[in-house]
């Protein structure tokens, strides 16, 4: 069945680097992603989000990237921090109310 | 700033038993989710639920599964009779519109049927 993926369990970034998690989906029907932060024990934590008509969107410190062409999608963090130490998922929505959420990237970033 | 809050935050309860997960959305939030993590798999979703009503559901929400909306607050999750693979956490979600805007996370309740 079509799904959002993520192409790398786990990521290890130094304190400092700016680090990149990717995601491919396939539902070339989706219309709006978002990346989200989960910290553990607690719930998803929303970062940043893009539609479909955009390929690029910056935040605070992060910057998501959409390729439409290749249904690929990236979240950029800038000079990642200790408490960016997380699970990141990417999540899509196919213009109903649910979303599909990948399999998640775990960060460990390093002192 | 306004937060989707969940109780409780553990339940434990033994199979075949009857447990109702609560939360409460953002106030002026009218669109209403559950969703369920197991244990280092990714987040699934269960149901969807606007104006007194189910607007969507997954295959894991069967007749095992119900919403309500019993007041102007509280949303809630039912499961009728638990197994043992309902152990999970549940996470409640909140959005102002459909299908387009983000959904706030509660901090989940984690269940565990033993």
């Known amino acids: 069945g079509e799904s959002v993926g993520l192409h790398l369990p786990t990521l290890s970034v130094q304190e400092g680097d700016n680090s990149i998690i990717n995601c491919a989906y396939s539902?070339?029907?989706?219309?709006?992603f978002i990346w989200y932060k989960q910290e553990s024990g607690k719930g998803p934590q929303f970062i940043i989000d893009?539609?479909?008509?955009?390929d690029k969107r910056q935040g605070q410190r992060v910057t998501v990237l959409l390729n439409k062409t290749v249904k690929h999608l990236s979240l950029q963090i800038a000079a990642t921090q200790p408490g960016d130490s997380a699970v990141y998922f990417c999540a899509e929505n196919r213009g109903d109310y649910k979303l599909s959420f990948g399999a998640g990237t775990t960060v460990t970033v390093r002192a | 700033e306004p937060e989707v809050t969940q109780t409780p935050s553990h339940q434990v309860t033994q199979m075949g038993q009857e447990v109702i997960l609560r939360c409460v959305p953002i106030s002026n939030h009218l669109y209403f989710y559950w969703y369920r993590q197991i244990l280092g798999q990714k987040v699934e979703f269960l149901v969807s639920?606007?104006?007194?009503?189910?607007?969507?559901k997954s295959e894991i929400f069967d007749d095992q599964f119900s919403v309500e909306r019993p007041d102007g607050s509280n949303f809630t999750l039912k499961i009728r009779s638990t197994k043992l693979e309902d152990s999970a956490m549940y996470f409640c979600a909140s959005s102002v519109g459909g299908s387009v805007y983000e959904q706030y996370f509660g901090p989940g309740t984690r269940l565990t049927v033993t």
């Open positions: 893009i539609r479909s008509n955009m």
């Open positions: 539902n070339s029907a989706s219309d709006y």
């Open positions: 639920f606007y104006n007194n009503e189910i607007s969507e």
